[in-house]
């Protein structure tokens, strides 16, 4: 196996489809990486499609087809979809204050992506999409956990896409017989993290401050709160929507339905911490109500994030 980390405590092969060909974009992403080497795991023919913008090569598996493309170029993807029986739609550049910054370049590829990667999946037969949500479409609500009958409320050009890809893929069920579901993922940590860069997570940033010595900056108060999912329960949920009997276009959250605060973190990951202005764009509290997909895949978080951040930081020491 490729790239940092081995993927543990998933459910047992039996619970899942028999082997096919799959596709997955941004395959040498974070979450991509990790769903390549579970598909392979389970016997599954993969194939991969990333421009490696943020994905690295050295993170998919040898044993996958690798086809170098950019979501935001039918011309170079299409082939890619050919005698595919499920696709999982990771890529996506996944920063909120990079959003901010360059909401056209992040619309293109966020949205007119997966309008892309829907029109190629229908054009080639593809039987279901998988496609990789975010819980930042609820931005701020006046009522905790989130659920997905309440009504969205986007709070930054991120977010805002993430809400138009899902509507996207939700149409594409209603319009044209596709297979579609959404997952919409809370705060997703563990190994293979972006840890370089301006836009990293604030698991990522902390624990890169803590590797350097540096001080951990908080942004706000430090009181908001964040419902953070394991990168292995997020793999569990997308090997169980590949044959789920329900896809109908809905979104179902993934998430661990408890939440920490930031400085809860910031505490746990250890070091000075020096607070900072709050940024626009993020949300003050999320936590899950996952008993819809509790329902719909028979899924449960497995990993509490004191675990996952107990895991990283024994990596960061190892």
Known sequence: MSGIGTLVDVPPKTMY???SKVLVTGGGGFIGSHLVDALLERGHDVRVIDNFTTGKPDRVDSRAELITGDICDRSTIADAFADVDCVFHTAALARVPLSIENPLNTHMVNVVGTINVLLAARAAGVRRVVFSGSSSVYGDQTRLPLRESMNPNPLSPYALQKLAAEEYTRLFHCLYGMETLTLRYF????????TQGAYVTVISAFLRARMRGEPLIIYGDGD??????????????????????????????????QSVSVNWVAERIGGPIVYKPARPGDVRHTLADYSQAEHVLGWKPQVSTPEGLDELLEALHA
């Open 224 to 257: 908001s709160t964040r419902d953070f999912t394991h990168v292995r329960d997020v793999v569990s949920a997308n090997l169980l929507a590949m044959n789920a009997s329900t896809a109908d276009g809905r979104a179902l959250n993934i998430g661990q339905g």
């Open 187 to 194: 705060n997703v940590f563990g190994p293979r993290m972006a």
């Open 17 to 19: 489809a028999r082997p």
